[in-house]
């Protein structure tokens, strides 16, 4: 095993993956930008290493300083964590140069996955099902149009380098097809610099449910069931669960298969994730596949006793799995949600500012992933997400309680979160039944805002008594009665009855 | 002694009186009174008792706003003084804007002498227009804001001495 | 299920029941005395109760007191948790007669298993086995000494009404048996006010394994596998784990149907614990039966997944178990610490003060029990247990690494805690290996002291940091040259080679 | 600045010198000089590099008494002053057990001038005896112990006055 490894990431996933080389007795070396040098993930290290000016491209994602400085302190292996460089080949690559160890797949497959045309040919062809469509590289007008009609209606025209939705468009009908292609690839062009777009079968009532899967350099390769990830705004999931409300035993097992087949299909090593769409009838299709620790992975974690950053780094160092298909058990019901900082009444926005107070709910089987603490400063650089808060139980239902316990005792004061929001969405009839699909916030959610009504009068009620108690004699301030013209004639909108 | 004061929450006014006696608070709102009992079992966590309802809350104290947590939802508050002015600066009065919005006239310059109620500034936010009068007769000593500034709600228009006597 | 429910208790265990409860959209009412107003089982209740002087018998013990604020509140059902009046029978019986459900066995039950003689005879005429041994009411000596001769030596004495070796000798030859009993019998007298006694046959190398199991109204009952708690400083559990290091497949089958059989036997309710000991040979002998919740219930319920308060509540309110034995499954293992406010350097006394600080260690498959918070004034008035930290994961070995990472990430200052002890223990060679008995800190631990050699270098260096950092310029006492008389020349004990 | 501390902890004593300049510190101990570079990363929390090895630890304090964490190991420990003197107070001096004991002998009183090293109590504790001398020429103002009284480590026996002049 590895007697020092440095952890190319900021936030939660770098104090997750910190934690879990300390207990194995691993040597940790924190990165850091200038904003996060007192971060969670600093404090815990055993070492830490300035990087500088906060912009990613010359902190958490500048691959040459990261490169030096793991020489410098003598790391033997590196941990990206995801996002940033967890699945960038020319960091993998780098690595491998310096004769440093990438804990994740090689260069090549985290290059093959990335380009997700050549992933689904090569995915096919381990009989994989992908969904029906053209990917090939003639983009002229012509033979778009011809292969889209082959597909049939609906069908979906998307960005080849695509991502958030960006040079997507949904085609109902033949007329619309060349108009909608040639948007697309105008909206594809200047937000990616490249107008290659592909088509495919759209899928009614989709399901987002991908497996995760652990492959050690000695070739064996199993999974870790499914984890259900619908719930998505934006095409950003926001919560996950597992096992799929829609899951069934024979449906798992096919699907695990052919998890594992793509991930032997592309001599995959070390943790990945196969992203399924599933459809209204259980067909399901290929999507891509994320080469390097999701999110969500806590829920599999919950729910199988595996823990998957251990395994990462025993792969990454080259011992084999030990872990067999057949012992494998999928227990219980787990759940996640995501805590952003954004604020859910003013288009999710991301908030920033100083954490007044962070208290999070505990109790058996609540699990926080966090990479912030009381007087942390959120800045605008970074992904907004704060931490995750997972839950599981004997049932989903009672899941969903604990986490609606939870959320209910999540004090995290100083920024607006979403929690709020979670809270609506989990307690939805359809979500508590487990209709869900991945246009789910769409469907019930689109306008949303946090509390209509406005201020509810328990908390102001609250500011009264804190203010009573808090403000000085002297400091009171009386508040001169109004005239015709004050704005109270305006803004009393308190609603009755309480 | 009761307190007046006026909480911004999401571009809304909500003006309330409390009147503290020991551990209980009298509490009006809109015409409503409220009793509560409360105690700040730890800083900024309070437990109250209103009729038999029991509100568990945290409230949190930021640069220029307030945080109150109660049940999972956060509300982000500004305390504002309105038209309001100090007890004890009886002599000098502050004009605060109501609403966030735009500078469409300022009515008076600095150093000038104006009556109570003599429009200082128009403002518009939501095609409706706030008039900020004085609230008492004296002298603009300042004034902040021109024609055409955004304002935020709170922010002090302009700034008044009494007249001497 | 009930809508409102009063514990009777403080401290993690309360604070544990209580978020239970609200998991489940139950009312929850908490008591407390005086000393306990601020406590975190307090400030987390929807309702709470004073009881007044802190005096055991005056507020936790009080059974009219509780009873009567029960009826009050409209309490429907009381939670005992563990300790105070948890194994009171006329407690239980209090309830029933107030028409209110106490969670747990009925008072009859809750009575023949308080008297460990009753206990052990009905429980052998369930074919389980028990320790060969005299359990007779004649207690004249010549009773004692004849039916001692039969049991054969080494053999045990001990205070029917005993507990925590008070009234107990170990006998190992046949000369010594009538001394050991009369020296016994006065010692009874004295700390019970009963100088009944029994002999058993004295067991080698003991281990304390016992068996978790819920029995529901509609008869039916099942075992949640096994817990090792050999680890014992005078008689007090300190860490407990499962599955246990010596456990086999059959002898878990045998002794967990041995378990049912037992609770069967007495027509048991709710949740108990059956507790054997285990000699090296693996015969296992009925011990006692705890009818209540245990402290360390945590480490069956990371392993199997079961939440066994909210079962508590379930069946109390009359629903069947719809958990089934063959579907129960032991994963991975678990390890549970008992933090306690005492002071290993001078006997384990307790010690009482405020904490200056608490701040937890957190990470997957950590849990936190804890009723104390930063601020929290410990009293000499309740046992000085402060929080328990119980860990989970695939194998043994994890479980410690993971268990001795979370104690050295455990700040919790402003009085002494048995922490460091705990870390040594689990450190010890022989508890890497799994050789334990009950009598494995007596063997290994006998004299045991923080760190003899004295206060770490790294610890004066850090005070020295500190106080310079925090002294006023003007604070700063100079140390004026040391004479010849200095009792410098005495306390230089540093050692060198760090 | 150098300062000079003394640390009891499980009734011995540990005197150190520190000098800071900056976020460097340079103590000695034991005739070991150290070079610590240290942040206080959050309060109480100290983040130091001492050579090459990493030290983390959390210090709070007490009522009288500091308690270290180190790598899950808790120290209460103890700041005393010995037969320290202020600088700011020159002409007072305090005199502290050095040791928790038994005041065995008194061998001034109230009000007597003595000499600097004159003997003023004798103070006995495992078995060895403990001297405690006038710091400088002086006064006794007080003494706070007699024969057989039970003293505890670093608690005041006498004050002086320092002579004038």
């Given at each position: 095993?590895?007697?020092?490894?440095?952890?190319?990431?900021?936030?939660?996933?770098?104090?997750?993956?910190?934690?879990?080389?300390?207990?194995?007795?691993?040597?940790?070396?924190?990165?850091y930008?200038?904003?996060?040098?007192?971060?969670?993930?600093?404090?815990?290290?055993?070492e830490?290493?300035?990087?500088?000016?906060?912009?990613?491209?010359?902190?958490?994602?500048?691959?040459?300083?990261?490169?030096e400085?793991?020489?410098?302190?003598?790391?033997?292996?590196?941990?990206?964590?995801?996002?940033?460089?967890?699945?960038?080949?020319?960091?993998?690559?780098?690595c491998?140069?310096?004769?440093?160890?990438?804990?994740?797949?090689?260069p090549?497959?985290?290059?093959?996955?990335?380009?997700?045309?050549?992933?689904?040919k090569?995915?096919?062809?381990?009989s994989?099902?992908?969904?029906?469509?053209?990917?090939?590289?003639?983009?002229?007008?012509?033979?778009?149009?011809?292969?889209?009609?082959?597909?049939?209606?609906?069908?979906l025209?998307k960005?080849?380098a695509?991502?958030?939705?960006?040079?997507?468009?949904?085609?109902?009908?033949?007329?619309?097809?060349?108009q909608?292609i040639?948007?697309?690839k105008?909206?594809?062009?200047s937000?990616?610099?490249?107008?290659?777009?592909?088509?495919?079968?759209?899928?009614?009532?989709?399901?987002?449910?991908?497996?995760?899967?652990?492959?050690?350099q000695?070739?064996?390769?199993?999974?870790?069931?499914?984890?259900?990830?619908?719930?998505?705004?934006?095409?950003?999931?926001?919560?996950?669960?597992?096992p799929?409300?829609?899951?069934?035993?024979?449906?798992?097992?096919?699907?695990?298969?052919?998890?594992?087949?793509?991930?032997?299909?592309?001599?995959?090593?070390?943790?990945?994730?196969?992203?399924?769409?599933v459809?209204g009838?259980?067909?399901?299709?290929?999507?891509?596949?994320?080469?390097?620790?999701?999110?969500?992975?806590?829920?599999?974690?919950a729910?199988t006793?595996?823990?998957?950053?251990?395994?990462?780094?025993r792969?990454a160092?080259?011992?084999?799995?030990?872990?067999?298909q057949?012992?494998?058990?999928?227990?219980?019901?787990?759940?996640?949600?995501?805590?952003?900082?954004?604020?859910?009444?003013?288009?999710?926005?991301?908030?920033?500012?100083?954490?007044?107070?962070?208290?999070?709910?505990?109790?058996?089987?609540?699990?926080?992933?966090?990479?912030?603490e009381?007087?942390?400063?959120?800045?605008?650089?970074?992904?907004?997400?704060?931490?995750?808060?997972?839950?599981?139980?004997?049932?989903?239902?009672?899941s969903?309680?604990?986490?609606?316990?939870?959320?209910?005792h999540?004090?995290?004061?100083?920024?607006?979160?979403?929690i709020?929001?979670?809270?609506?969405?989990?307690?939805?009839?359809?979500f508590?039944?487990?209709?869900?699909?991945?246009h789910?916030i769409?469907?019930?959610?689109?306008?949303?805002?946090?509390?209509?009504?406005?201020?509810p009068?328990?908390?102001?009620?609250?500011?009264?008594?804190?203010?009573?108690?808090?403000?000085?004699?002297?400091?009171?301030?009386?508040?001169?009665?109004?005239?015709?013209?004050?704005?109270?004639?305006?803004?009393?909108?308190?609603?009755?009855?309480? | 002694?009761?307190?007046?004061?006026?909480?911004?929450?999401?571009?809304?006014?909500?003006?309330v009186t409390?009147?503290?006696?020991?551990?209980r608070?009298?509490?009006?709102?809109?015409?409503?009174?409220?009793?509560?009992?409360?105690?700040?079992?730890?800083?900024?966590?309070?437990?109250?008792?209103?009729?038999?309802?029991?509100?568990?809350?945290?409230?949190?104290?930021g640069?220029?706003?307030?945080?109150?947590?109660?049940?999972?939802?956060?509300?982000?508050?500004?305390?504002?003084?309105?038209?309001?002015?100090?007890?004890s600066?009886?002599?000098?009065?502050?004009?605060?804007?109501p609403i966030?919005?735009?500078?469409?006239?300022?009515?008076?310059?600095?150093?000038v002498?104006?009556?109570?109620?003599?429009?200082?500034?128009?403002?518009?936010?939501?095609?409706m227009?706030?008039?900020?009068?004085?609230?008492?007769d004296?002298?603009?000593?300042k004034?902040?804001?021109?024609?055409?500034?955004?304002?935020?709600?709170?922010?002090?228009?302009?700034?008044?001495?009494?007249?001497?006597?």
């Amino acid at each position: 095993m590895f007697k020092k490894v440095l952890v190319a990431n900021r936030g939660e996933i770098a104090v997750r993956i910190i934690k879990a080389c300390q207990e194995m007795e691993i040597r940790t070396v924190a990165v850091y930008s200038e904003v996060d040098r007192d971060s969670p993930h600093v404090q815990l290290a055993d070492e830490s290493v300035n990087l500088g000016d906060p912009t990613p491209s010359e902190s958490y994602l500048n691959i040459a300083k990261i490169i030096e400085h793991a020489k410098t302190v003598g790391a033997e292996a590196i941990h990206p964590g995801y996002g940033f460089l967890a699945e960038n080949p020319d960091f993998a690559k780098a690595c491998a140069d310096s004769g440093i160890v990438f804990i994740g797949p090689t260069p090549q497959v985290i290059r093959l996955m990335g380009d997700k045309i050549e992933a689904k040919k090569t995915i096919a062809g381990a009989s994989v099902p992908v969904i029906p469509g053209y990917h090939g590289v003639k983009q002229d007008l012509d033979t778009l149009t011809r292969e889209g009609k082959k597909i049939g209606f609906p069908l979906l025209v998307k960005a080849t380098a695509g991502g958030g939705g960006k040079g997507m468009r949904v085609v109902h009908k033949e007329e619309e097809l060349a108009q909608s292609i040639e948007s697309a690839k105008r909206e594809a062009k200047s937000a990616f610099g490249n107008d290659s777009v592909f088509l495919e079968q759209y899928i009614d009532k989709p399901r987002h449910i991908e497996f995760q899967v652990l492959a050690d350099q000695q070739g064996q390769v199993i999974h870790l069931f499914e984890r259900e990830c619908s719930i998505q705004r934006r095409h950003q999931k926001i919560i996950e669960e597992t096992p799929s409300p829609v899951m069934t035993k024979k449906l798992r097992e096919t699907m695990g298969s052919a998890a594992v087949a793509a991930a032997q299909a592309v001599g995959y090593t070390n943790a990945g994730t196969i992203e399924f769409m599933v459809d209204g009838k259980q067909n399901f299709y290929f999507m891509e596949m994320n080469t390097r620790l999701q999110v969500e992975h806590s829920i599999t974690e919950a729910t199988t006793g595996v823990d998957l950053v251990k395994w990462q780094l025993r792969i990454a160092s080259g011992e084999p799995l030990t872990l067999k298909q057949k012992q494998l058990l999928q227990r219980g019901h787990a759940l996640e949600c995501r805590i952003y900082a954004e604020d859910p009444s003013n288009g999710f926005l991301p908030s920033v500012g100083t954490l007044e107070k962070v208290d999070l709910p505990s109790g058996p089987n609540i699990r926080n992933d966090t990479g912030v603490e009381t007087n942390f400063q959120v800045s605008p650089y970074y992904d907004p997400m704060l931490a995750k808060l997972t839950v599981s139980s004997e049932t989903r239902a009672e899941s969903i309680q604990k986490m609606l316990w939870a959320l209910s005792h999540y004090v995290i004061l100083g920024v607006t979160t979403n929690i709020s929001f979670l809270k609506k969405v989990l307690a939805h009839p359809e979500f508590l039944k487990g209709n869900i699909t991945t246009h789910f916030i769409d469907d019930y959610f689109k306008d949303w805002m946090v509390r209509k009504q406005g201020l509810p009068l328990d908390a102001l009620l609250a500011l009264a008594v804190y203010d009573s108690l808090h403000t000085k004699r002297q400091q009171i301030v009386r508040y001169k009665e109004a005239d015709p013209h004050s704005p109270w004639q305006h803004v009393g909108r308190w609603r009755m009855g309480v | 002694m009761t307190m007046f004061i006026n909480y911004e929450h999401n571009n809304h006014v909500y003006g309330v009186t409390a009147e503290r006696r020991d551990n209980r608070f009298f509490i009006t709102y809109d015409n409503n009174e409220y009793t509560v009992t409360a105690t700040e079992t730890k800083p900024g966590q309070l437990a109250m008792q209103v009729g038999d309802r029991t509100i568990k809350c945290v409230i949190s104290e930021g640069e220029d706003s307030k945080f109150v947590f109660i049940d999972g939802d956060i509300f982000q508050v500004k305390r504002i003084e309105l038209t309001g002015r100090k007890k004890s600066e009886v002599k000098s009065g502050t004009l605060n804007s109501p609403i966030s919005g735009t500078v469409v006239s300022v009515k008076v310059k600095e150093g000038v002498a104006v009556k109570k109620d003599e429009v200082i500034m128009v403002i518009e936010a939501m095609k409706m227009e706030y008039l900020i009068r004085a609230p008492f007769d004296g002298v603009i000593k300042k004034i902040y804001f021109t024609e055409k500034d955004q304002i935020e709600i709170g922010k002090l228009t302009a700034e008044m001495d009494a007249r001497e006597g």
